[in-house]
């Protein structure tokens, strides 16, 4: 006989093998599934077995003995007969002490920290799992996995250099929810709805997919019955989100998103997660118990002597990511992602928040991010951070390690600014160009370490960017105050959506323009998904709430925006195939110490860096590929009439007009292979646009005269 944790009443169990505390979650082995979970401090863990999601009473009660199964601070158990499949979950009983960082609640239905899928009840309330009480029929409850089962063909993560890598950023669901995808109604939101544009995004041509997150979420996180859509709200850091599946089994999520990963790779595409390991949805002292509070809370997160918890994430907790257990769960995780699940990269949130340690202070030499550094199972693979966080930590320019790439701020900053006219800006533009210099030089890195963009999820999308002054949030519910007052854009002379014709012209150009700054700068760039066809948000800059049609992709502006989209298109492909032409040095230093580089103003050999200036050009001699490109970019509000390199220092002796964002498509922007003469020897810029002339020998070479070699 054993007494139960959570009623105290006796009860007749059958006596279960007590297991081993290694590998921790469940794992499938022949006659059974071993169970070991972390958690420190408690009196009693109790295994529950369930049968199904909406289950309130489980089928089956597992009392663990803490004699026999329990080491150190492992709970295990091994139990015969199950399998792939059985639903699951934990109680855990202990003392309920904030002060001490303790707050543990017996009632409470736990998933697995390291549990590889999530079954959500039709009757999930997050509000049960805040108040006191038993929770089981409205709980989320972890299913047992095996990953053995899946076929993936041979397949492997592609390992794509940078210095061949577009990124495409992007919502799973919200790329094919709007009934404008195309794809079919039950397949609409999910993995397998992706997998059906993935011609479209191999017509793009586009390298990678980095998909806003896909761990299980909660999707109650939010305010005012919202939902929370971008999914920066995780529970579990293992188990594909069960809401982007269109499978009903308990296992679906897990088949579903591989069958994405291995498609998505059999068309030459990455995919990259974006990885929140810096908080959860469990949120602050208010915030429900779900599974790491349950545990061991004062393990998991970081807090005040006074056990309060410390936020530097803006969402009410912080992952004590320096600590022990937390690094191996995250290492662990890393691991599962890469082998089992076949990703390519991780793009993490708030990176910043790993540098900090248990009380938010920031250490020297991080101890996670260093085990990530140097982990042999995770050499080739994609490592993105955003460097900073919401606590003020930032990290741009600064963030440890030699594998790191980063999400590059200063670039979406100072192009908005120059582009959309603001003085004092062109030094520090003409250094985004080139990879960042002033941030990155010191460090001997490539010049692919710099992560190009201007727009993202968080923010205006390119279309608002041109076509908004101010945020319009209003449908947030907040009166407007969420999201970021300083966005840097400019409408244009309108606010909001307009019929007038010089107005859209205006538009059209400055997206072009934005996208010519991305794709040709040095680096790695990122673009968000439905740019390349002026996606608009309403004006709204921070849409985590909207699963509606503001934050769904909206395909029918394909065609409404051809233009831009073959503009897109055409910039991609010749970057890919001149992918080696800017970055033929192995690092920046070398990049800038060898190659031909030449500043010019609107005369020749001569920059305008003062404060009021609003142009800049640049020729770049290739010594390898013998072809010269010569950039001039016009931010002013006037025609500028620029001098042109003389042809006598050319290959081929001409130059060769490939892009001009002030001209109608198809003329904006020329096959890189068929592009028009230029024989005049100066080019009149119109208002506000980006020209590229190119020279080349016939054959595709040619070198600079010999006393420009």
């Known amino acids: 006989m054993k007494v139960t944790a959570k009623t105290g009443r006796r009860s007749a ?28 401090d408690c009196t009693g863990v109790e295994l529950l077995i369930f049968d199904a999601a909406d289950d309130a009473v489980p089928s089956r009660v597992i009392t663990l003995d803490p004699q026999q199964n329990r080491t150190y601070h492992y709970w295990h158990v091994f139990v015969p007969g199950i399998g792939a499949g059985q639903l699951y979950g934990f109680r855990v009983a202990g003392p309920f002490e904030p002060q001490r960082g303790r707050r543990f609640d017996s009632g409470k239905v736990l998933i697995d920290p390291y549990g590889r899928a999530v079954a959500v009840p039709k ?17 989320m409850k ?4 095996d990953p053995r089962g899946y076929d993936w063909e041979g397949d492997l993560p592609l390992k794509r250099p940078y210095s061949s890598t577009v990124i495409y950023e992007m919502h799973v669901a919200g790329f094919t929810k709007d009934p404008s995808s195309g794809v079919p109604a039950e397949k609409r939101g999910t993995y397998a709805g992706l997998v059906e544009k993935i011609p479209y995004l191999k017509d793009l041509g586009v390298t990678a997919v980095e998909l806003l997150p896909v761990f299980q979420f909660d999707p109650h996180d939010a305010p005012f019955g919202l939902v929370n859509y971008w999914g920066y709200s995780p529970i579990s850091f293992f188990a594909p989100h069960a809401g982007f599946s269109s499978r009903s089994e308990p296992l679906g999520p897990l088949d579903e998103f591989r069958d994405m990963v291995k498609a998505l790779h059999k068309a030459g595409i990455e995919v990259i997660l974006d990885v929140v390991y810096n908080h959860t949805s469990e949120g602050d002292h208010k915030g429900p118990t779900f599974c790491f509070r349950g545990f061991a809370n004062d393990v998991y997160y970081s807090l005040s002597p006074d056990g309060s918890y410390i936020n530097h994430t803006g969402c009410g907790n912080t992952l004590n990511a320096n600590h022990h257990v937390v690094r191996r769960l995250i290492i662990d995780s890393l691991h599962y992602w890469v082998k089992e699940m076949h990703v390519d990269g991780f793009r993490f949130d708030l990176a910043s928040i790993l540098s900090r340690d248990g009380q938010g202070r920031p250490l020297k030499n991080p101890p996670i991010l260093w085990d990530i550094e140097s982990d042999p199972a995770l050499a080739g693979i994609k490592l993105i951070a955003e460097a900073w966080d919401a606590g003020g930590l930032y990290q741009v320019g600064s963030f440890i390690g030699d594998s790191w790439k980063e999400w590059n701020g200063e670039f979406r900053d100072d192009v908005r600014r120059f582009l959309k006219g603001d003085e004092g800006v062109v030094s520090r533009f003409a250094a985004r160009m080139l990879a960042s210099p002033d941030i990155y030089g010191h460090q001997e890195r490539e010049p692919e370490q710099s992560i190009n963009f201007v727009t993202c999820h968080d923010g205006f999308t390119l279309n608002d960017l041109v076509s908004y002054n101010e945020k319009h949030n209003e449908q ?13 854009s400019w409408n244009c002379g309108v606010e909001g959506p307009t019929e007038a014709p010089e107005i859209e012209e205006l538009r059209n150009r400055q997206v072009k323009n934005f996208m010519a700054v991305t794709l040709l700068a040095l680096g790695t760039p990122m673009i968000l998904m439905g740019d390349e066809m002026r996606r608009s948000q309403q004006g709204n800059n921070n849409a985590y709430c909207q699963d509606n049609r503001i934050g769904w992709f909206d395909w029918a502006l394909q065609e409404r925006h051809a233009d831009i989209y073959r503009f897109t298109k055409e910039l991609i492909k010749a970057r890919l195939m ?5 970055s033929e040095a192995r690092t920046l230093s070398q990049l800038l110490g060898e190659a031909r580089l030449e500043w010019q103003g609107v005369k020749l050999g001569s920059p305008d860096w003062s404060h009021e200036s609003h142009s800049i050009a640049l020729t770049v001699w290739s010594r390898s590929r013998h072809v010269v490109f010569h950039y001039m970019v016009n931010a002013y509000w006037e025609p500028l009439d620029f001098a042109l390199p003389p042809p006598r220092r050319l290959p081929g002796g001409t130059w060769y007009r490939w892009i001009d964002t002030s001209l109608a498509s198809p003329d904006d922007i020329v096959p890189w292979d068929l592009p028009p003469p230029h024989a005049s020897r100066s080019y009149r810029l ?5 020209v590229v002339l190119i020279a080349k020998s016939r054959r595709g070479g040619g070198r600079p005269a010999p006393d420009e070699a």
């Open 476 to 488: 947030n519910g907040e009166s407007n105050r969420d999201g970021s007052d300083s966005n840097l």
């Open 686 to 690: 119109p208002p506000r646009s980006i």
């Open 578 to 582: 001149q992918s080696g032409t800017l």
């Open 142 to 145: 972890s299913v047992v996995a």
């Open 13 to 40: 169990e059958p006596s279960y093998p007590r297991g081993n505390t290694s590998p921790l979650g469940a794992t499938v082995s022949p006659g059974g599934v071993n169970f070991s979970v972390f958690a420190r």
């Open 123 to 139: 009757g999930y309330c997050r509000g049960d799992a805040c108040l006191p009480g038993d929770n089981a029929a409205t709980a």
